[in-house]
């Protein structure tokens, strides 16, 4: 899959950078280059592998908008014809879909993101995607405020809407920083596996993804989230059987950017390895059990011919916005809004309050 990579804000950049260094560690040639906006300067002269455009100078000269959001819309689009012409020569002919990359708690990118991925809708015939990053619970309401209202933004505005919940894949009892690092790391190798699939440069597969399989599974538009496992293989397929099965149902059970979103409108299943060792009995009954726990009859299958000694899974899963995860997450964020849009009480008039009565 050729896809155009637009990072927006200070995650959105990260994940961007993480992703184009995978694309070009692997050898998977996915990416069509990647580029960066931001209206944090600091942000920007951090990253080293992307093509970046700092926006808003003349509002924030250069230094953020703090975590307003609304700031952050609003620069968006008074800058989008500089964004836009920075785009130029960037998005071919040759790319299959358009992803804007973005945490959606922050500012620059939860505010930037859907204004972004709106123009672009309005120029290019191809899908234009977002992949977007939940705060985690423990993050400040601010963050969780901000991500629901560009969530419901974007996902309005997007093709599909990629989520990644930062709870779902870091280790517990890592620092903050450290923290983030597992993300972007995570999200840079299953985000690019799957940019990849149908890209496979050694054997050649029984059944091989290609990129319409990816883009008919996100098709229904909504959240989609992406689920990851992988094994050690055998050296011969029928002792490959079970490994296949047990990836499978780890990537949906345990290993989802979305964690407990199971149930989907559609899916794509990816077996990645060597396709000397992937057994296509196994893949098939993956392909099955996949079809009853996500209650889809719309669940695609393939292989994605790789030289590794594992066996890996990935599983897309289109509409996914009825699961649990997303109703947990709204309820955050509308409480944590009402919590902003209370007003402050001054501590200093609890003295006097007049239900206590001084001394004297």
Not at 226 to 242: K, P, Q, T, V
Request: proline fraction near 2%; charge should be negative.
């Amino acid at each position: 899959m050729k896809v155009a990579l637009i990072g927006v804000g200070q995650a959105g950049g990260k994940v961007t950078e993480r992703l184009v260094r995978f694309d070009a560690d692997m050898g998977f040639d996915a990416i069509q280059g990647g580029f960066v906006v931001n209206s944090a300067k600091a942000d920007l002269q951090s990253l080293e592998f992307v093509d970046t455009q700092l926006i808003g100078a003349d509002r924030v000269n250069g230094h953020g908008v703090g975590g307003d959001n609304e700031l952050g819309a609003e620069i968006m689009q008074s800058d989008i014809d500089q964004v836009i012409g920075g785009l130029d020569g960037r998005i071919t002919s040759s790319a299959d879909a358009i992803f804007v990359v973005a945490g959606l708690g922050g500012g620059t990118g939860s505010g930037g993101a859907p204004v972004l991925v709106n123009n672009l809708q309005r120029i290019y015939d191809i899908p234009v995607y977002a992949l977007g990053i939940l705060p985690g619970r423990n993050e400040g309401s601010l963050y969780q405020a901000n991500a629901g209202r560009s969530l419901k933004t974007i996902i309005r505005e997007a093709d599909s809407t990629l989520l990644v919940d930062n709870d779902a894949w870091h280790e517990q009892g890592e620092s903050v920083e450290g923290a983030f690092e597992t993300i972007n790391e995570n999200i840079a190798q299953r985000v690019g596996l799957l940019f990849a699939s149908g890209e496979g440069m050694d054997g050649v597969g029984e059944s091989v993804v290609d990129s319409s399989e990816v883009i008919n599974t996100l098709r229904g538009g909504g959240v989609a989230a992406l689920g990851y496992a992988s094994e050690l293989a055998a050296d011969n397929s029928e002792e490959n059987i079970r490994t296949v099965m047990n990836v499978s149902r780890q990537s949906l059970l345990t290993g989802t950017s979305l964690p407990d979103a199971t149930t989907a409108d559609s899916a794509l299943l990816v077996i990645a390895g060597d396709p000397d060792v992937i057994p296509r009995k196994g893949v098939e009954k993956s392909r099955r059990w996949l079809e009853d726990e996500t209650g889809s009859m719309q669940v695609r299958g393939g292989d994605f011919p790789l030289q590794s000694d594992r066996v890996a899974a990935l599983v897309l899963l289109g509409g996914v916005e009825r699961s649990d995860r997303i109703d947990e997450f709204m309820e955050r964020a509308r409480e944590a809004q009402k919590q902003q849009d209370e007003p402050n009480e001054d501590p200093a008039e609890q003295f006097a309050d007049d239900r206590l009565e001084n001394l004297f």
